[in-house]
């Protein structure tokens, strides 16, 4: 009965928090990123991306994901880690209601409108009824499953030892948390024992603190192969909460006392008081610790030391007050952002090569981190030269304007061809086949020429140079006379069976993306050429 109610718990808390992210859209990740300009923001930002979620876990995850990206500094992660350990103790508060008695009823009304609806929106509402409603369905469950644990002995004995040893109980609340993976089952656990009179107070509340620090694995299994500042932001989430753990049971017995009297004083049940005592320590523990980021910042640069090549996605050239006031110089700075877009494009084009090549996840990674870049540069630089009125532009800087909005499309669509290639790549380990030295040294050729045919476009922009335009034209003669010779030397190899058909697929598909972008090229190039 304890662990199908257990089963029902997770399951619920799972399918409420992707109800909850469905009806927000996709906000999150522009929630994170956009209000994180300071500590402060930062926490707030990770307490209501938390209570979205329903995971704090997911909050970290999803942080390490951005820095990672390079979509955020190590400092504003901190903010936001420290926010999602208030956040989660949502879920504590809402177990401390006690409304399992309509446990069934709320799942019926979820049901209802998850299934006989048809409006999306209203689907998503009954994901998260559904959900909430399961999730007390899975604590009634759980709570009857425990109730026997009063009269077993042995675990008499173990709270017992609990209360005398606060760290067996930071132990045991730690590898219950790492077992199932989420704090808030491990926490509604707590509350059940505690309601049942299974345990007390004081040994209740060291297996609290370990449930906080149990939560910090799922981020450190998320920075696995990470980039080394989002395994300095998994680190901090895990030095975050050890501190707090140890300064609470360093002042553990004024800390129960402090709990036991809001019990009395407020007339708390007994998972109102867990609540209570998870919610205090976390925000405490954020409010002391808050000061110190940068010396957060500093202690996991030291522990985890060297130098991440990240893409900075932000644009750099593009001011809001020139706008109005200086529209032509507005499109100058619009220009040397075009420039900057160009570039990434050159070097996820190289990474893509290196991919194939090596199939180093780094690499593909990297290709991740550009694609996402250039499709901000594109939604920033397009909206910016939107903005710039054409009216008050001369007659050849209203060209430009047009040219660049162009060229700003073409340069997204290189980014899409770059993760294409990522994508057959990672096709072809999944199918677990292999290009032949034949097929390496044939892309590699045709990558060469690809690479520099966009060189020569993005530089022909950047001076406005005519004659390095003409020779991307060029340049992209032969990179489609190239395509031709290398289907054909493809098929001779498909009939000598040194490649198998599979193989093929990815090696045509690739071909195809490489003279696709130097169609792009040329797209740049008689742009100037145009002028």
Known sequence: MFFGGLGIFLFSIKFLGDGLQKAAGDRLREILDRFTTNPIMGVLAGIFVTILLQSSSGTTVLTVGLVSAGFMTLRQAIGVIMG????????????????????????GIGAFLLFFLKDKRINNIGQIVFGFGGLF??????????????EVQAFADLTVSMSDNPLLGVLIGTIFTVSVQSSSASI??????YS???????????????????????????AIGATITAKRAALTHVIFNLIGTILVLVFLIPYTALIAQLQNTLNLNPEMTIAFAHGIFNVLNTLIQLPFIAFLAWIVTKAIPGNDRVVEYKVKHLDELLLDQAPSIALGQAHKEVLRMGDMAIQGVKEAKLFVQTNDKRSSDLIVQFEEAINNLDEKITNYLVRISPNNLSEQESQKHHRLINIVRDLERVGDHMENVMELIEYKKVQKTHLSEDAISDLEEMFNVTISTLETAIHSLESEDTEQAKAVLHKEGVIDSMERQLRKKHLIRLNNRQCTGAAGIVFVDIISN??????????????????
């Open 196 to 222: 049942q009179g299974a345990m007390d107070l004081q040994a209740a509340l060291p297996v609290l603190f370990g449930d906080n620090i149990g939560t910090t694995i799922t981020a450190l299994i998320a």
């Open 84 to 107: 999602a350990n208030i956040g989660t103790t949502v879920t504590a508060f809402i177990i401390g209601i006690k409304i399992s008695d309509y446990a069934l009823l709320i799942v």
């Open 188 to 193: 509604a656990l707590l509350q059940q024992l």
């Open 514 to 531: 490489l003279e696709r972008i130097g169609d792009h090229s040329v797209n740049i190039a008689e742009a100037v050429l145009d002028k």
């Open 137 to 150: 369905l899975g604590l009634n469950l759980m709570g009857d499953g425990l109730k026997p644990l009063r």
